[in-house]
């Protein structure tokens, strides 16, 4: 019966230019809304995040509630769980949201 070997492996990991950026500080973060007033799912994504990656399927007539950086945009796909379209690209600072007020 032969021995087997157990080789050494040691990945090699390549920086693309976006993870060469730094993540925005929580300064430059903002509080975003989103909401979906469509019928259909929705998924959102988070463009231009350094080091940060945010997807998220978004119900019907829901709110989704986020961070971002000020330069960020939001991208909208539409449509069914087999394919879908861009339906829309919003920067993140047009959907800055404050939270609601407590009194």
Do not use: W
């Amino acid at each position: 019966m032969k021995s087997i070997q157990e080789n050494q492996f040691t990945p090699t990991v390549s920086k693309s230019p976006c993870q060469a950026q730094q993540p925005a500080s929580p300064i430059d973060q903002i509080q975003c809304c989103y909401i979906n007033s469509t019928p259909r799912f929705q998924i959102v994504r988070v463009v231009n995040i350094a080091n940060i990656f945010l997807e998220r399927a978004v119900m019907p007539y829901t709110k989704l509630v986020f961070e971002a950086a000020h330069n960020d945009h939001l991208e909208i796909h539409t449509g069914t769980p087999v394919s879908s379209i861009l339906s829309d690209k919003i920067p993140c600072q047009h959907l800055a949201y404050q939270g609601e007020s407590h009194r």
